[in-house]
């Protein structure tokens, strides 16, 4: 089984400050592991996605994450954070395995509120 | 990335009727589709994963005879809330996958139902 944990609900950071959203995930084999925004009303929008190589991963809209192995980790990065990236945000694992199939399994999400 | 379409974007329905949702992959072919639901403030359950040419694989407590799911051709999947209920007034998302390994997901824009 693969499970995906963030352990934030929510996250209130101040425009310009940097942004973190952390996610820990679980799953018997490689993980392939992705982060999703979603505005109000909205479906899921990609952000990026680790599958193997480089450990930092860089992705749309200046968003970043880092794949740490060890502590089965894959927290979401920004430098420098706008009052538009407020939004809803989730982490995403499957199992790379291919008798695992392609199901995503979320996270609970969290939610950003960048105040001006 | 690729397209993904959900019509209609907002349904409202009386209860005891049915309402049909569609998926469409605009610009590939999408081996599988998967349908999911959102509850307010909540992540994404994953309903059922469909095949194009199969019956769908439900998830552990989705009723198949309520959540209806057809995917007849490589571009279109259906899902069909028969008898639909208040309880069934939630977000709906698909999301689309291709043919090779590690193929991404590529999510709709949702659709809104209210069952009055």
Redesign the interface.
Known sequence: AQSVAQPEDQVNVAEGNPLTVKCTYSVSGNP?L?W?VQYP??????LL?Y?TGDNLVKGSYGFEAEFNKSQTSFHLKKPSALVSDSALY?CAVRD?R?AA????T????T?VLVKP | GAVVSQHPSRVICKSGTSVKIECRSLDFQATTMFWYRQFPKQSLMLMATSNEGSKATYEQGVEKDKFLINHASLTLSTLTVTSAHPEDSSFYICSASGDVLYAEQYFGPGTRLTVT
């Open positions: 392939y992705f999703y009303n909205r479906g899921l929008q990609f996605k599958i989730f790379m291919q199939g392609n199901k995503l979320f996270g609970g999400g939610r």
